[in-house]
T-cell receptor, first 115, second 113 residues
């Protein structure tokens, strides 16, 4: 069964609005979660690492004030895209570490379309 | 130069064919290596890890050459259900204790009847 869930799976919004995406760990507690973005025909790019109880770590070139991350519990991380614009339209995917490995479980993704 | 490079394809092969994908990575300190599969508009799913000794899982064989910084995936007896994008993924270490996954842009495979 699914290890990671995301909500919503798809969202369409007007330019200038904020959108919140939730990522939940279903099977175990996760002190660390990851947020990725994938533009059409491109690879997944890590945006930030979400840390439970502390600030997220953002990758170079990702605006922390635009992409707000809150990891308030051991099973939930949220990504808020503030004042979304059409160029923010993308596939946003969260993940969490797969125990005892160097790889990750991925959520089903959220497809954001900003009009 | 991209950290992980793949031939984007597309590869169009008939059922039963053998197809090989290649990938190179630039960070010599990379620690672990994977092939993921991504279906259209879905999340990536782990296909297999890649080890220096080479490893096989059914019709899939993966190879790693650390000296050349080269990774390969061989699919034998292709099935229609193998049609997907295959992602070469490298854990480059650093950052958190879990390292950092860097993805290639993917190689598109279409298997036709």
């Amino acid at each position: 069964g699914a290890v990671v869930s995301q909500h919503p799976s798809r969202v369409i919004c007007k330019s200038g609005t904020s959108v919140k995406i939730e990522c939940r760990s279903l099977d175990f507690q996760a002190t660390t979660m990851f947020w990725y973005r994938q533009f059409p025909k491109q690879s997944l790019m890590l945006m930030a690492t979400s840390n439970e109880g502390s600030k997220a770590t953002y990758e170079q070139g990702v605006e922390k004030d635009k992409f707000l991350i809150n990891h308030a519990s051991l099973t939930l991380s949220t990504l808020t895209v503030t004042s979304a614009h059409p160029e923010d339209s993308s596939f946003y995917i969260c993940s969490l570490p797969r125990p005892n490995t160097d790889t990750q479980y991925f959520g089903p993704g959220t497809r954001l379309t900003v009009l | 130069r991209k950290e992980v490079e793949q031939d984007p394809g597309p590869f169009n092969v008939p059922e039963g064919a053998t197809v090989a994908f290649n990938c190179t990575y630039s960070n010599s300190a990379s620690q672990s290596f994977f092939w993921y599969r991504q279906d259209c508009r879905k999340e990536p799913k782990l296909l297999m890890s890649v080890y220096s000794s080479g490893n096989e899982d059914g019709r899939f064989t993966a190879q790693l050459n650390r000296a050349s910084q080269y990774i390969s995936l061989l699919i034998r007896d292709s099935k229609l259900s193998d049609s997907a994008t295959y992602l070469c993924v490298v854990n480059t270490g650093g950052g958190t204790s879990y390292g950092k996954l860097t993805f290639g842009q993917g190689t598109i495979l279409t298997v036709h009847p």
